[in-house]
């Protein structure tokens, strides 16, 4: 831990002169990085934040930026904390951030309503508000590649798959345990839909934020309701607690599934080999064996740019974080091209966010095929339900257990119709949206 303090520290000089600085050079543009490297979610919130921050500084170090302009970032401790994530916010917004990712869902609902005020997109990467998919409604706020809701559709559709299909799961009895917050709480309603129309049990343990390393009743309850599978929404210090918990009341960890954010290595090493055979979504790639990840070791981790543990470069979670920094800077190369401008603005960036469209080829080009499923945004759909593959944990390491496969669409978008309909009632009045769309 001290030797982490003092690498962090060494870190935060590297970014004294582009932090201190109200305004960049005029041949770059500033993203500041809200994240969170203390407190009980800093487990799920460090590897994150590196692999965000590598690859942009990796596009700075060997390609002088995005088209001769580059990026100067900022990281905005938030704790996993509302409060001060907002405050991260208007901070972004007083420095001219081209974008604002929350990593936090509570963050997230609290700034969107400002972002269309202040000319910000907000992007948050398969999490938040799953009806922001709604581009009509949220014309500020981005959600790719997949919503919570279509997370929860593409675990009760392989469980299906695992029964022998969809008619098999009457009956059945599914145990949800999560995040008793805004993201434990986003997925319930399509879960309670899916209940109510296949017939299964949908049986809830919340984990409040302050006994997430305390799940010793709620797992007693699993042990008494013998649920036939268990579906986590975890994050941070419950995740691993989780796992070593279901361990102990030797929960068949074949039928424990865990959304996205559920899937960090050290989530499952909690377990020991006891947690062998545990499962969670994923949708990008693990590994270091890209082009991209090594060019990220190359010009950032061995030149001592880097924050993170050289072993574990490549990790699920540090690729999440490289994935969402891809989605920043493919929008930033966008927004050039459709602008003109080299040096963009965040009301160009929405424009770039909107206009998404990496395809395989692009994926070849940038160093990562096979990383993530090919991916497009437009204005009507911000999301975009895009493909997933569960993981497995074999003792050691992630493997994939499924092919890419589409979340339950015809069920997922109706619902998300109509809460973003809920939502603007609920916010009277709501803007209507005024940004055209791009071709």
Known sequence: MRLHTLTAGAFALALTAGAALPVQAEDSVYIQLATYRTGAFAGSGIPV????FDYLTMLNERDGGINGVKITLEECETG??????VECYEQAKSKGTLVFNPYSTGITLQVIPKASVDKIPVLSMAYGLSAAA??????WVFNPPLTYWDGASGIIKYIGEQEGGMDKLAGKKIGYIFLDAGYGREAIPLLESMAAEYGFEMVQYPVPGKEMQNQASQWLNVRRDKPDYMVMWGWGAMNPTAVKEATKIRYPMDKFIGVWWSGGEDDARAGGMDAKGYKTLNFNGVGAD????????????DAGKSQVEPAKLGENLYNRGVMNAV?????????QEKTGKTVINSEDM????????????????????GFMAPMKTSCEAHSGHHAMYVQQWNGEAWEKASDWFEPMTDKVKPLL???????KTSNAPWPARTEPCAN
Not at 134 to 139: E, H
Not at 327 to 335: C, G, K, P, S
Not at 350 to 369: F, H, V, Y
């Open 80 to 85: 996993y904390d509302t409060q001060k994530g």
């Open 134 to 139: 709604d581009g009509n409604t949220f014309p």
């Open 49 to 52: 934040a590196n692999g965000m």
């Open 327 to 335: 989605l920043m800077a493919e929008a930033i190369r966008v927004a």
């Open 417 to 423: 119709a109509a809460a973003a309909e809920e939502y």
């Open 290 to 301: 890209y082009p991209a990840i090594q060019d990220i070791k190359k010009y950032v981790v």
């Open 350 to 369: 929405r424009l770039g966010l909107e206009n998404l469209n990496i395809d395989e080829a692009r994926l070849e080009a940038i160093g990562l095929t």
